[in-house]
């Protein structure tokens, strides 16, 4: 079974717009769902700060109960020729410690040049990348 790590980006695309791609994550078959309070947070924030965020809110509120977080590692640096912006350490060293076997983004400007490649074990993908790899 493959377990997702959501990014905050993902949680927002979701509850944004309903029928975006990365919604039909939640509909997959045989996959754990993994994401963090910190994700999570940031999703919030970002949708509280859209025009008529209520009914996107919402949304966030019934995709949650099928996403298991996990807790905020304690990892103080990251592995090896990884460089990430300080606001992206917490979901890679938080998928890394749960075990995620991918990290789910649609951050192509600070994962892009670590997409389709394994760090620490989790591989980074676009959702429409995931999704044509199942």
Not at 87 to 113: E, M, Q, S
Request: charged share 25%; with cysteine.
């Amino acid at each position: 079974m493959d377990r997702l790590f959501l990014d905050a980006n993902i949680l927002f695309s979701a509850a944004y717009n309903e029928g975006a791609d990365c919604a039909s994550l939640w509909t997959l078959p045989d996959v754990e769902l993994l994401s963090s309070g910190y994700a999570l947070e940031e999703a919030r924030r970002n949708l509280a700060e859209q025009r008529d965020p209520e009914p996107r809110l919402a949304r966030l509120a019934a995709l949650v109960p099928r996403v298991r977080l996990v807790g905020e590692p304690d990892l103080a640096a990251l592995p090896a020729g990884v460089t990430l912006r300080e606001k992206d350490v917490p979901i890679l060293t938080a998928a890394i410690a749960a075990g995620a076997t991918h990290l789910i983004t649609l951050d192509r400007r600070d994962f892009g040049p670590y997409m389709k490649k394994s760090i620490a074990g989790v591989m980074v993908l676009h959702p429409r990348s995931y999704i044509a790899y199942r």
